[in-house]
Nanobody, 122 residues
């Protein structure tokens, strides 16, 4: 089992920035692809970003490309999501996930955090 705990969510004005963190514990972090997803009220959970185990490869959803950056520190078992130029439509619960496949599909991820709320005011 891998336990994931997100932090860093909050309320921010449009145009502002937030950095989310996801700390992993339990079973080894080694070899896992890490992803971020988000879910707004009444909508399906949406892929945001993914990063390979090495950190060399990253992949973003079209709606966040150029504004969000995913990174990881394997020594700290932590993955980050830097969110810049935030928009009201970025408002959602953000989830961290761990899996073995480098993918934007939810089914590719085996472990999920409990989520952290991000609210962007206009």
């Amino acid at each position: 089992q891998v336990q994931l705990v997100e932090s860093g969510g909050g309320l921010v004005q449009a145009g502002g920035s937030l950095r989310l963190s996801c700390a992993a514990s339990g079973r080894t972090f080694i070899g896992y692809v890490m992803g971020w997803f988000r879910q707004a009220p009444g909508k399906e959970r949406e892929f945001v970003a993914a990063i390979s185990w090495s950190g060399i490869s990253t992949y973003y959803g079209d709606s966040v490309k150029g504004r969000f950056t995913i990174s990881r520190d394997n020594a700290k078992n932590t993955v980050y999501l830097q969110m810049n130029s935030l928009k009201p439509e970025d408002t959602a619960v953000y989830y961290c996930a761990a899996g073995r496949a480098y993918s934007q599909r939810r089914s590719s991820y085996d472990y999920w955090g409990q989520g952290t709320q991000v609210t962007v005011s206009s």
